[in-house]
C-alpha cells in the first residue's frame, strides 16, 4: 500500500506564535551588528575550577548588566508613539532565550533577571536553571496565556507593551537580550530582537578566543560606540567575572 504524499495545510501551532510576533515588531528596530574576538582562556581556565559549575549563559548576563552601568545606552529605548523619543532605564533588565519542550513541541520562551549586575553568579545560575527545570505552565504562565489569544488581540497586547509604558516596557520585556547557542558548537550572526541591545556568543575555539557579538539599535547608537562596549566587555569578563570565579 502506497504512503499518501499529498500536502496539507494547517493552523500555526501556538509553539511557534510568539516567535512570529517577536519577528512582526523586529522589522521595524534597524538593528547592525559588530562581533569582537575576545579571549577568554583564562576566564574558562576560572569557570573551570569553580566549586559551582557556572554557566556562559549566567557569566555573559552579569557583564552585561555591569556594562550597562557604565553605558547608559544599553538601558534606552527608542520610543515613535506618540512621538519620537528616547527612554532610559535605571537599571538592567536582562532577558534570556530558554528553549522548552511543551506538549511534545518545541517553544521559545524568553525568562527575565532584574539588575544581574548585582547578583552573584551562583544566583545567577540558579535562576537560569529554574527557568529550565521548572514546569513551563507555571514559569512562563503570562506567555502562554499570550500565545493562546487571536492574532490581532495577540499583536495589540505585543504593541501595547512596546509602545505605551516605558517602565512597563523594561519590566516584562526587559532591556537587553541574550540569545546564544554556543552551548551547541553553533553561532547566531544577527539575532532577532526588539531591544536596543541584543548580546550573543559562539563557542570557544582552540586558542580560547569567542566571537562576541552585540546587535544594537543604530538609532541610539554607532558603530564606535558599540565597540567600545564589547572591548569593556572584555575586560570585565576577564578581570571582574573572572575574579569573582577565582
Excluded at 53 to 75: N, Q, T, Y
Excluded at 77 to 86: K, L, S
Excluded at 207 to 223: E, F, P, Q, S
Amino acid at each position: 500500500m502506497s504512503k499518501n504524499r499529498d500536502g496539507r495545510r494547517f493552523g500555526v501551532p501556538p509553539s511557534r506564535r510568539l516567535t512570529w510576533d517577536l519577528l512582526w515588531f523586529h522589522r521595524k528596530v534597524p538593528l547592525c551588528a559588530h562581533d569582537r574576538r575576545m579571549k577568554l582562556i583564562e576566564l574558562a581556565a576560572a569557570r573551570n575550577s569553580a566549586p559551582r559549575r557556572i554557566s556562559w549563559p549566567a557569566i555573559f548576563l552579569k557583564a552585561s548588566g555591569l556594562v550597562a552601568d557604565e553605558f547608559p545606552e544599553l538601558r534606552q529605548t527608542w520610543f515613535r508613539w506618540p512621538w519620537a523619543h528616547i527612554y532610559q532605564h535605571p537599571h538592567t533588565v536582562a532577558v534570556i532565550t530558554v528553549q522548552r519542550e511543551l506538549n511534545g513541541e518545541p517553544w521559545l520562551f524568553w525568562g527575565r533577571i532584574s539588575q544581574p549586575e548585582k547578583l552573584q553568579l551562583q544566583d545567577i545560575q540558579s535562576k537560569i536553571e529554574q527557568f529550565q527545570r521548572e514546569d513551563p505552565r507555571q514559569e512562563f504562565r503570562r506567555a502562554l496565556q499570550l500565545a493562546a489569544l487571536p492574532l490581532l488581540l495577540r499583536r495589540a497586547v505585543w504593541w501595547w507593551n512596546l509602545n505605551v509604558s516605558p517602565k512597563s516596557r523594561a519590566r516584562r520585556l526587559g532591556t537587553c537580550f541574550l540569545s546564544t547557542l554556543a552551548g551547541r558548537g553553533a553561532e547566531i550572526q544577527l539575532p532577532p530582537s526588539v531591544h536596543t541591545a541584543c548580546f550573543t556568543y559562539g563557542p570557544l575555539d582552540e586558542h580560547g578566543r569567542c566571537r562576541v557579538t552585540l546587535a544594537y539599535d543604530h538609532r541610539i547608537m554607532d558603530g564606535a560606540r558599540a565597540a567600545a562596549i564589547l572591548e569593556r566587555m572584555e575586560k570585565i569578563l576577564t578581570d571582574t567575572i573572572g575574579g569573582e570565579l577565582r
